[in-house]
């Protein structure tokens, strides 16, 4: 499909960041990334990226559009109530960026379609709202050695972190058993929040610009309006990456500093 707008103007402002340039945009360009979950993060993580350029974005989430959905997902819209996440959210894409190429997938993740939802993809962004679904995606990023940005969100708070093992944790070494399920209450400027600073992850590591939050977990506290930072370790008995040793799944570039793909 052929973009209404010249494909590097629109990105005119983006490109004159320090050290970008073209071939930040080409790196995009020729970029593809899983949205994994279409809800408030996904949000948030989509819609920044496709205005960013990325050049294709896989965008998975099995449910359909609630009406509790709407005070944060801003991918669906009142009439999308019913729909496909997955198509919802594409339609909404698609009016933003037609120059990105969109794949809706309307699945739940599991151990059994894993690599074929997150196959080819330069990096994994993890914005679903469950641990079982958490689970399989880590795992299989680890063993593909495909980096993951997870993101969560709870009342005005999140989190984010870079993961990359064997030079950071994987969600397993951090949390080795799943939190109580449940639905929590959320604001959608919050989700909103993290999801953007996830975006700002994923754009990071293809552009190869900046210092990625690898060993580190940003806390936001949306009520005190406060930031603070984790460091977090490895834990080298962990079923999923401890085995994950130097030479695989190693990213380019120096320690700490954004990889490009
Ligand atoms: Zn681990």
Known sequence: MTSLVPSFDRYQRQMG???WGRDAQERLRHS???VAGLGGLGSAVATNLVLAGVGRLRICDADTVDVTNLNRQFLHKEGSIGSRK????MDTLASLNSG?????????IDAGNVAEIAGGMSIIVDCLDNFEGRYVLNRWAVEAG???VHGAVWGL?????FMAPPRTPCLACIFPNAPPAGSVPVLGAASCAIGSLQAMEAVKYIVGQGRLLEG???????ATMRFCELELRRNSQCPV????????NRLPGGSGKASSV
């Open 100 to 108: 990105v190429e969109i794949e809706p997938v309307s699945s739940c």
């Open 32 to 34: 593809s990334v899983l």
């Open 241 to 248: 990456c401890g085995r994950v040793g130097h030479g695989k």
């Open 216 to 222: 580190r977990m940003l806390i936001f506290d949306g």
């Open 86 to 89: 997955a198509s919802s959210a």
């Open 17 to 19: 960041l320090p050290g």
């Open 157 to 161: 708070e999140g989190r984010v972190t």
């Open 146 to 148: 495909i980096p993951l």
